[in-house]
């Protein structure tokens, strides 16, 4: 957590975040294991799946510069919902001062959510993107498991 605030609270966001991305990583990497039988093709897969999540999360290109058909992706995107979280959490109450005998803050955490897009007033504007993550999670761990169970057993 270099440079991010220390506090409690903010810590706890930061490590459930963490946490539920790299849930929603091995669900997702378990479900195309389960899927696909060779592991060259199981990790092109997984590398194309993560790569356009990150492309679409918004943290790479402006969502609003991305065609509108193509909008959608970005409300399947893991990356999306774990960097809004970790933005909100660490933006929502900062203020960006020069360092010098003036104490001009030219520049607010609010104005920095705001010229993102992200809707930060509440505290469901934050847990909105952790539920998003835990139902994706949810998700790709049944279909996995469906995947599983529709193995053909060989004795």
Known sequence: MTGLERDIGKFG???ITIFMASLFG????????????????AVIIVILNFLIMMLFSGYLIALKSV???????????????????????????????LVNP?????????????????????????WKNFLGLSIMTVGLLL??????RRIKKTK
């Open 143 to 148: 279909l996995a498991y469906i995947q599983l």
């Open 67 to 97: 065609f509108s058909w193509l909008s959608w992706l970005q409300w399947i995107s893991a990356f999306r919902f774990a960097t809004n979280m970790l933005t909100m959490s660490e933006f929502r109450n900062i203020d960006f001062c």
């Open 26 to 41: 091995s669900s997702m990497c378990l479900l195309v294991a389960a899927t696909v039988r060779l592991f060259s093709v």
């Open 102 to 126: 003036t104490n001009i803050c030219p520049l607010s955490g609010p104005q920095v959510l705001i010229n993102v897009g992200l809707d930060y007033t509440t505290n469901w504007d934050l």
């Open 13 to 15: 966001v930061f490590l």
